[in-house]
């Protein structure tokens, strides 16, 4: 996580990033202690394939096995991480990675961001 913050791209395995598009929210999430915790989140300001990315940059990604990078404009480190447990992810029933990827509504993000 510390790469995303320092270079503001995160790099992805996933083959399709559904409802991920410039402009929307992504929060990361990481575990501090025992518990899983939003430790930030950032507006994405475009994805790139493979295809696009410079040659050590895409020789990065193969041996990593990404598939995407994801660039973003703005970054909020969260000081301290919120807990899951706190908010209305801890009461979902998928837990650590399988929330990879997950898509949330706007609704959802602005009361997960809010809660205290």
């Known amino acids: ?11 992805s395995g996933m083959r399709s990033i559904k409802g ?4 929307s929210i992504v929060i990361f999430l990481k575990k ?8 930030g ?14 040659g050590d940059e895409k020789a990065l990604c193969q041996k990593h096995g ?4 994801v660039r973003f404009s ?4 969260l000081e301290p ?3 899951l447990k706190e908010t209305t992810i801890g009461e ?14 706007n609704e959802e993000i602005k009361l997960i961001l809010e809660e205290d």
């Open 1 to 11: 996580m510390r790469q995303v913050f320092e270079v503001r791209k995160y790099y």
């Open 20 to 23: 991920w598009q410039i402009g």
């Open 32 to 39: 501090v202690g025992k518990a899983d915790s939003i430790i």
């Open 41 to 54: 989140y950032g507006v994405i300001k475009g994805i790139e394939t493979l295809d696009n990315l410079s």
């Open 66 to 69: 990404w598939k995407v990078a």
């Open 74 to 77: 703005d970054l909020e480190r």
């Open 81 to 83: 991480p919120k807990p």
């Open 92 to 105: 979902w029933d998928v837990k650590g990675r399988l929330l990879h990827g997950r898509t949330l509504s």
